[in-house]
């Protein structure tokens, strides 16, 4: 599976950003977004199920981001709403049959991923 993440920009706090992955080949598959800040480790930050009725959230997000897909169109969204400066990472999206695995960090591929800048 071919990942391209797209969306990214600057933004001041509070602001909002909405992020695609589009995904080519292979089907039946879980999607999910992960972000590194600089200096950081890559982290967990959503993922949704096949069918989209499996959708799980990092803590530091809940509330704030909503994750969703478009099968039809291969296409997974991440709304990001009241954003913050520690927000700033490049965010990545990847895949796995398991949405466990995935969580974990599990992905056959990962993409360019899509820079998110936050500014207080």
């Known amino acids: 599976v071919q990942l391209q993440a797209s969306g990214g920009g600057l933004v001041q706090a509070g602001g909002s950003l909405r992020l695609s992955c589009a995904a080519s080949?292979?089907?039946?598959?879980?999607m999910g977004w992960f972000r590194q800040a600089p200096g950081k480790e890559r982290e967990f930050v959503a993922a949704?199920?096949?069918?989209?009725?499996?959708?799980k959230y990092a803590d530091s997000v809940k509330g704030r981001f909503t994750i969703s897909r478009d099968n039809v169109k291969n296409t997974i969204f991440l709304q990001m709403n009241s954003l913050k400066p520690e927000d700033t990472a490049i965010y990545y999206c990847?895949?796995?049959?398991?949405?466990?695995?995935?969580?974990?960090?599990?992905?056959?591929?990962w993409g360019q991923g899509t820079l998110v800048t936050v500014s207080s």
């Open positions: 949704i199920s096949w069918r989209g009725i499996i959708i």
């Open positions: 990847a895949t796995n049959s398991y949405m466990d695995r995935l969580e974990r960090g599990d992905s056959g591929s």
């Open positions: 080949g292979g089907s039946n598959y879980a």
